[in-house]
């Protein structure tokens, strides 16, 4: 089993900057990939970015691109989003996610998941 922790979320202005992370524990040897995803209320959950845990490869959706960030440090099996220009529209339960084994499937597919955590709540106010 695997268990994930996210933190970092919270209350931020416009155009300020928050850093989410998630801490992997159990049996997490054998991980193929993490990734964030959020929802907002009333929304369904959507993909944000993901990493390669092997390579640190990422890829980020089309409205995050360009002002969140997403890194890895093996040694502590954490994963941090760093979000910076936020907007009111990033408002959102922020979820990470962890694949055990790779799927034919991409990463920015909720079905590529094992694991989640229980997720962090951001707002963006105007």
């Known amino acids: 089993q695997v268990q994930l922790v996210e933190s970092g979320g919270g209350l931020v202005q416009a155009g300020g900057s928050l850093r989410l992370s998630c801490a992997a524990s159990g049996r997490t040897l054998s991980t193929y990939a993490m990734g964030w995803f959020r929802q907002a209320t009333g929304k369904e959950r959507e993909f944000v970015a993901a990493?390669?845990?092997?390579?640190?490869?990422?890829s980020y959706a089309d409205s995050v691109k360009g002002r969140f960030t997403m890194s890895r440090d093996n040694a502590i099996n954490t994963v941090y989003l760093q979000m910076n220009s936020l907007k009111v529209e990033d408002t959102a339960v922020y979820y990470c996610?962890?694949?055990?084994?790779?799927?034919?499937?991409?990463?920015?597919?909720?079905?590529?998941?094992?694991?989640w955590g229980q997720g962090t709540q951001v707002t963006v106010s105007s």
């Open positions: 996610a962890l694949e055990r084994s790779m799927k034919l499937v991409p990463l920015s597919s909720m079905n590529a998941y094992d694991y």
């Open positions: 990493i390669r845990w092997s390579t640190g490869g990422t």
